[in-house]
């Protein structure tokens, strides 16, 4: 999801997420049932995506995410789909203890060196207040990315991450940062890249310079207010779980 969906049309930027835990003491047949599922049913179409959370609330879940999708795509019916809804009834769901869906779009613009690879990551959902003004909000993380993309710091020029927005969400509006980590969860480390370079104007000068001082006030007053409950974890792709 997080390092192919930048490569994708407008018209497919579309990711369908199952976050699943297996139940206690069924990780490893449910990975391996999984597996063979995935043998069977998505080596052409519905190739999908495995991620293994590691930390926080949501440790040992798992997401089975098939991205690239358009809104017709949920007008599609599998021409198997009655043997891949039995397959998943008999070896896959008699396994999780939970399971959750939702829908994501990713967003270019609030998106920043979108195609950088990786199989490790930090994750930044943040759970939107119902007052917050949508509009001014994307334009200010749009903005934070054109600035950010102005920095000579080696944290900066090495940052990458994609933005999505969870669809059909209700009152509860939800938006998700994917850091991708290129060099693994070593790169957490301080100063990994190297020392900051002092010759680097900071953000905010870059801001101000672009924008002007009261845009930049306008902008610590949202971003300050914005956010109602954030949560973060890492999570590390499963190339031996998903589509080959």
Not at 56 to 79: L, M, Q, T, V, W
Not at 166 to 174: A, C, I, R, T
Not at 182 to 196: I, T
Not at 212 to 236: F, H, N, P, S
Request: aromatic share 12%; charged share 25%; net charge neutral.
């Amino acid at each position: 999801m997080v390092t192919s969906l930048a490569t994708y049309s407008q018209k497919t930027d579309l990711s369908t997420v199952n976050t699943v835990k297996p139940k206690p003491g069924q990780k490893m047949a449910f990975e391996a049932a999984y597996k063979i599922h995935v043998a069977k049913f998505h080596k052409t179409d519905e190739k999908m995506s495995v991620y293994e959370i590691l930390s926080g609330e949501y440790a040992g879940y798992y997401h089975i995410i098939n991205a690239g999708r358009s809104y017709a795509d949920f007008d599609k019916e599998r021409p198997d789909a009655a043997a891949h809804s039995l397959d998943l009834d008999k070896t896959f769901f008699p396994l999780l203890d939970k399971t959750m869906n939702g829908t994501y779009r990713w967003i270019d613009s609030c998106s920043m060196r979108s195609d950088v690879a990786a199989d490790s990551y930090v994750v930044t959902v943040r759970h939107l207040k119902q007052t917050l003004n949508q509009v001014d909000y994307r334009r200010e993380l749009a903005r934070g990315v054109k600035i950010n993309m102005l920095m000579t710091d080696p944290f900066f020029t090495n940052l990458s991450f994609n933005f999505f927005d969870q669809l059909w969400d209700g009152s509860d509006q939800v938006t998700v940062t994917i850091r991708n980590l290129k060099d693994g969860f070593k790169s957490l480390e301080p100063n990994y890249y190297g020392p900051a370079n002092t010759n680097s104007p900071s953000f905010r000068t870059e801001y101000e310079k672009a924008y002007g001082g009261t845009a930049w006030d306008d902008r610590v007053k949202l971003l300050d207010g914005a956010v109602e409950k954030t949560e973060q974890y890492i999570m590390k792709f499963r190339k031996d779980l998903s589509s080959q």
